[in-house]
């Protein structure tokens, strides 16, 4: 069964630091691009960043770049977001997901990614 579970969300302060994992089964991790993408309360989900299947390659949403960094270990079938200099307005439900095509580049357009996992929460408040 493919599964993508998210974890390491929690409440920080501002100019704090997070690591925010995601555990792939079901399907060769090394073979897909996974993005993560965050959802904020009344707000549209939106790409925070993404990274080939090779991990050669990532993009950054234009918020994040330079304070998130994303890699991934496929022999742990492990993909990570480790999150500094967090701010308030990066409180949002994190999501990873599973592009649709193997071997593709990554993209921030969460039409582009087929399975999702079910989020996990990340606060930014003091």
């Known amino acids: 069964q493919l599964q993508l579970v998210e974890s390491g969300g929690a409440l920080v302060q501002p100019g704090g630091s997070l690591r925010l994992s995601c555990v792939a089964s079901g399907f060769t991790l090394d073979h897909y691009s996974i993005g993560w993408f965050r959802q904020a309360p009344g707000k549209e989900r939106e790409g925070v960043s993404c990274i080939s299947s090779s991990g050669a390659s990532t993009n950054y949403a234009v918020a994040v770049k330079g304070r998130f960094t994303m890699s991934r270990d496929n022999t742990k079938n492990t993909v990570y977001l480790q999150m500094n200099s967090l701010k308030p307005e990066d409180t949002a439900d994190y999501y990873c997901?599973?592009?649709?095509?193997?071997?593709?580049?990554?993209?921030?357009?969460?039409?582009?990614?087929?399975?999702w996992g079910q989020g996990t929460q990340v606060t930014v408040s003091s």
């Open positions: 997901a599973r592009h649709w095509d193997a071997f593709s580049g990554c993209a921030l357009r969460p039409e582009e990614y087929r399975y």
